[in-house]
């Protein structure tokens, strides 16, 4: 084999084993890179976040220690309303102590809204030996308060609309001050609306009808005005300062109704519908920066609900119209003023003030001879002193004196030491 030959054997054996022989294409024309995506803008900073409206929960509590001296016998102990025969008596309490929670929640319907529920231990005592000293806890507040700018709407337990002022007495907190003796009172379940122009403010509520019957100790029964099928019904018109006669105090004067009905029923005869009804004149004024006067006057029928007409109103035989006797509400009249007086800048507040509720006694004469309370009335003379925002100490004396239709005037003396610490 000649060289030449050797030499393209050679070179063919190197292109086999390199592999096949593919044809040179020409070099294409360079490719343009690809643009790069655009960078998008930056993200805007998340919007400020809205804190959410939230629930608040304020707890509150008044602590009221009561040392107390009657001169002879009351309907009750500790508050006594009215005067009865019997020995005098020497005790202390704490049982009108009272618990409360103040709940702001959110908007509702464009309202700013709020509740209270509030219990003290004024609800009786359990049938065993010391069961004076175990006070039950009882319900005084549990109400939803919606707040527009002009207008208010309330619904659940609060004070009764009509006659709505009390007295200022550290004695008497679980029962106001004269109830019985010219200060008709009442926290009752309702639906009220209110409406402020100017000074001015106006109340309507529909309440539950409460008729003072006494009902079962546990099971919800019907009393004489829930028979009725009829609500309570109750109006005020008041016209308030924030800064009375420039006193830097505030001040209001207010007219106020009431109108229901009871369902008597009496034993052989057919059931009456008995207009429960009253009016009633409030005011609560400051008299320069040292006296406030305070007080109502009322008149009305039927009103033992609201423990006016000495805690009476309706006698199940009157003979005032019919001589065999029929259910009949008994008329009433009375009131309350209070004359507190502050020295300078003092702590201490003197105070003197007078009640008295009296039924009419025609309306008290019945069938039956029942020796129902004619007459009822309180003088109350008081000195407290605020030692800080939060604790006050001070001493009442109350002389009460209650008429009886067939019986004696009874009389009662009643001193009471008090000390009050709120939180």
């Known amino acids: 084999m000649t060289r030449g030959w050797r030499m393209f054997v050679g070179a063919g054996f190197l292109v086999a084993a390199s592999g096949p022989i593919q044809s040179q294409a020409p070099t294409p024309a360079p490719v343009a890179a690809p643009e790069p995506a655009p960078i998008p803008p930056p993200a805007a900073p998340p919007a400020a ?37 019997g020995t005098g008596d020497t005790s202390a309490t704490a049982r009108q102590s009272r618990f409360g929670l103040k709940v702001s929640v959110p908007t509702i319907l464009g309202a700013k809204a709020q509740g209270t529920v509030e219990a003290d231990f004024f609800g009786g005592f359990p049938t065993i030996g ?53 200060n008709p009172w009442a926290r009752l ?3 009220r609306l209110e409406q402020r122009f100017g000074s001015g403010l106006f109340q309507a509520a529909v309440l539950a009808p409460q008729s003072g019957d006494f009902n079962s100790t546990f099971l919800a029964q019907p009393n004489s005005g829930s028979l009725s099928e009829l609500p309570y019904f109750q109006g005020r018109l008041a016209f308030t300062s924030k800064n009375f006669a420039g006193s830097g105090k505030p001040g209001a004067i207010g007219a106020s109704g009431h109108y229901g009905q009871s369902m008597v029923v009496v034993t052989g005869k057919p059931s009456t519908d008995v207009d429960s009804a009253g009016g009633a004149f409030d005011l609560s004024l400051p008299l320069g920066k040292h006296l406030v006067l305070a007080g109502e006057a009322f008149f009305g029928t039927n009103l ?27 008329a009433t009249k009375g009131g309350w003023a209070q004359l507190g007086f502050t020295p300078g800048s003092s702590k201490a ?65 009643h001193l009471n030491l008090a000390g009050v610490l709120s939180f």
């Open 349 to 413: 507040t003197l105070s003197a003030a007078y009640g008295i509720d009296d039924p009419d006694e025609q309306d008290l004469k019945s069938a039956t001879n029942r020796n129902f309370r004619s007459r009822n009335q309180v003088v109350a003379l008081a000195l407290s002193y605020k030692a800080t925002a939060q604790f006050s100490f001070g001493i009442e004396y109350r002389f009460l004196e209650t008429d009886f239709f067939l019986t004696a005037t009874q009389k009662n003396r």
């Open 189 to 191: 379940p309702q639906l």
């Open 304 to 330: 033992t609900g609201f423990q006016a007409g000495v805690f009476q109103g309706l006698n199940p035989d009157a003979t005032a119209t019919v001589a065999t006797g029929a259910p009949a509400g008994i």
């Open 49 to 85: 976040a809205v804190p959410a409206e939230s629930v608040k929960v304020v707890p509150y509590g008044v602590i009221y220690f009561n040392g107390f001296h009657n001169s002879a016998g009351s309907n009750n102990q500790d508050i006594p309303l009215w005067a009865l025969a």
């Open 130 to 182: 010391t069961g004076e000293n175990f006070g039950q806890v009882r319900l005084r507040l549990a109400n939803v308060r919606l707040d527009w700018k002009q207008t208010s709407l309330v619904v659940g337990q609060d004070w009764m609309v009509f006659a709505p002022v009390n007295p200022t007495s550290l004695a008497c907190a679980a029962i106001p001050l004269f109830a019985a003796s010219g």
